[in-house]
Nanobody, 121 residues
Framework: QVQVAESGGGLVQAGESLTLSCAAS????????MGWFRQFPGKEREFLAG???????KYADSVKGRFTISRDNAKKMVYLQMNNLKPEDTAVYYC???????????????WGQGTQVTVSS
């Protein structure tokens, strides 16, 4: 069982950067894949970035080159560094813990409450 909680959202100007943090609990954290998703109003959550227990990363095309996911297993933390933010990045961002170690385990269980990111033009 893993619990996650996001922090670090807020209001920024277009072109600025923001780092989201996700604190996780649970003995299996180091063996879980972790990911970040976002949700626009009235839309389904979409995958943004994932990191396996071994440190491999995967990104959605919409954020590749602008967003970076990382993890600190000792601290049970996952981060999403977001650079060159755009107004269309405005959404609620969610941390997700996979039920296994691979990317395929992401998006099903163990969600945080979400954190709002608003990018003004």
């Amino acid at each position: 069982q893993v619990q996650v909680a996001e922090s670090g959202g807020g209001l920024v100007q277009a072109g600025e950067s923001l780092t989201l943090s996700c604190a996780a609990s649970g003995r299996s954290f180091s063996t879980n894949a972790m990911g970040w998703f976002r949700q626009f109003p009235g839309k389904e959550r979409e995958f943004l970035a994932g990191i396996t227990s071994g440190g491999s990363t995967k990104y959605a095309d919409s954020v590749k080159g602008r967003f970076t996911i990382s993890r600190d297993n000792a601290k049970k933390m996952v981060y999403l560094q977001m650079n060159n933010l755009k107004p269309e990045d405005t959404a609620v961002y969610y941390c997700n813990a996979g039920h296994g170690s691979s990317f395929y385990s992401l998006g099903y269980r163990y969600w945080g409450q979400g954190t709002q990111v608003t990018v003004s033009s």
